[in-house]
């Protein structure tokens, strides 16, 4: 089965700085997909980004983009120019390529920016 | 983008009674959708898959009477707590999606709680 780790479980910077949250897995699988989620105190649960196993170009979106180490099975979300919005926890979670299509989550980090 | 409603937002109910949870795919046909629980401050964990047109499949240690799924549609899941007690009360949230996807989207959650 799989796992996932994020051992961060709180994290704090400065509003406009850089905060990089980190994800670990494991897998005996070479095809899947990873996933950062974001829930604000709304509660809803939003993608932030995602990043498909086969391709090794890093996946960016605006102000966020990963570090994915396939071989370390590392899978880091790097968040730029943070602002006070980005204020939620994340989650970082697997899927794999076949099966049911499970999402495998990780503990979360709670992420506070500072103004 | 793919929505997925979740309705109500929040409930209250006495103890002893059943309240149901529906959660709609509004722009596409979910085949499957998966049910989870969190609690304060935790992760997501995942209660249950549901299939449109076929039983729903429990995560271990999730007891099948007491959270009934239904998937009578290419479009509706239902979570219904049947003989609910304080300890039922959480947050529950649904989701769809997958692989045709490339990912998931959430419902906004229900807090349930039993008085």
């Known amino acids: 089965a799989q796992t996932v780790t994020q051992s961060q479980p709180e994290m704090s910077v400065q509003e406009a700085e850089t905060v990089t949250l980190s994800c670990t897995y494991d897998t005996s699988e070479n095809n899947y997909y990873l996933f950062w989620y974001k829930q604000p105190p709304s509660r809803q649960m939003i993608l932030v980004i995602r990043q498909e196993a086969y391709k090794q170009q890093n996946a960016t979106e605006n102000r966020f983009s990963v570090n994915f180490q396939k071989a370390a099975k590392s899978f880091s979300l790097k968040i730029s120019d943070s602002q006070l919005g980005d204020t939620a926890m994340y989650f970082c979670a697997f899927m794999s390529d076949f099966g049911n299509e499970k999402l495998t989550f990780g503990t979360g980090t709670r992420l506070t920016i500072i103004p | 983008g793919a929505v997925v409603s979740q309705h109500p937002s929040r409930v209250i109910c006495k103890s002893g009674t059943s309240v149901k949870i529906e959660c709609r795919s509004l722009?596409?046909?979910?085949?499957?959708m998966f049910w989870y629980r969190q609690f304060p401050k935790q992760s997501l964990m995942l209660m249950a898959t549901?299939?449109?047109?076929?039983?729903?499949?429990?995560e271990q240690g999730v007891e099948k009477d007491k959270f009934l799924i239904n998937h009578a549609s290419l479009t509706l899941s239902t979570l219904t707590v049947t003989s609910a007690h304080p300890e039922d009360s959480s947050f529950y949230i649904c989701?769809?999606?997958?692989?045709?996807?490339?990912?998931?989207?959430f419902g906004s959650g229900t807090r349930l709680t039993v008085v």
């Open positions: 989701s769809a999606g997958g692989q045709f996807l490339r990912g998931y989207t």
């Open positions: 549901s299939n449109e047109g076929s039983k729903a499949t429990y």
């Open positions: 722009d596409f046909q979910a085949t499957t």
